[in-house]
T-cell receptor, first 115, second 116 residues
Framework: NAGVMQNPRHLVRRRGQEARLRCSPM?????VYWYRQLPEEGLKFMVY????????ESGMPKERFSAEFPKEGPSILRIQQVVRGDSAAYFC?????????????FGDGTRLSIL | AQKITQTQPGMFVQEKEAVTLDCTYD???????LFWYKQPSSGEMIFLIY??????QNATEGRYSLNFQKARKSANLVISASQLGDSAMYFC?????????????FGSGTRLQVQP
């Protein structure tokens, strides 16, 4: 299966620790998007990356959150000094290009729980 | 800014019947795409159907069709012959072709329950 791969599927952290979420896009896809979903809500955009570049980070909190998509390897969403409010499902999506008619294909998400 | 409104938090439908899930959108852009995704209880997001703003015909994909009314800014999803496996959350989303901004804007979702 060459779909979008996210790991881990579940992640538990204590307040103040760091969380690293990984996303490998579909083969041939160079556009990666990260979204956050709180319980019983829709997905909210966080950041859009292409290889080695952040294109749009308008949905990303200014502090503690960062994202990268290196030339080699998966995209990483990093949350430093996690707080209870960071508990959510984090989804990664990839697309072949940036055109509006191209669907974004989602991974299964990472459920982050903060103790 | 774009906005997606899904006014039905929950819907019930009998197996084998058709159901319409409502979606209205707001944007000042002329070129955009509308998408529907399904999220079963297992949590993954499954792409269902796409409609472009310049498409003259309503999109169809198997049992899914999109009732696109551009003047009313609505993009309702119609599921025909409902099956028990259709029980899930359904999200309407929009994407505009804007310099740098290519992300999806999602509605709050509709939870569909198919009853035997």
């Amino acid at each position: 299966n060459a779909g979008v791969m996210q790991n881990p599927r579940h992640l538990v952290r204590r307040r103040g620790q760091e969380a690293r979420l990984r996303c490998s896009p579909m083969k041939g896809h160079s556009h990666v998007y990260w979204y956050r979903q709180l319980p019983e809500e829709g997905l909210k955009f966080m950041v859009y990356l292409q290889k080695e570049n952040i294109i749009d980070e308008s949905g990303m909190p200014k502090e503690r959150f960062s994202a990268e998509f290196p030339k080699e390897g998966p995209s990483i969403l990093r949350i430093q000094q996690v707080v209870r409010g960071d508990s959510a499902a984090y989804f990664c999506a990839s697309a072949e290009g940036g055109f509006s008619n191209q669907p974004q294909h989602f991974g299964d998400g990472t459920r982050l729980s903060i103790l | 800014a774009q906005k997606i409104t899904q006014t039905q938090p929950g819907m019930f439908v009998q197996e084998k019947e058709a159901v319409t899930l409502d979606c209205t959108y707001d944007t000042s852009d002329q070129s955009y795409g509308l998408f529907w995704y399904k999220q079963p209880s297992s949590g993954e997001m499954i792409f269902l159907i796409y409609q472009g703003s310049y498409d003259e015909q309503n999109a169809t994909e198997g049992r899914y069709s999109l009732n696109f009314q551009k003047a009313r800014k609505s993009a309702n999803l119609v599921i025909s012959a409902s099956q028990l496996g259709d029980s899930a959350m359904y999200f309407c989303a929009m994407r505009v072709v804007d310099t740098g901004r290519r992300a999806l804007t999602f509605g709050s979702g509709t939870r569909l329950q198919v009853q035997p």
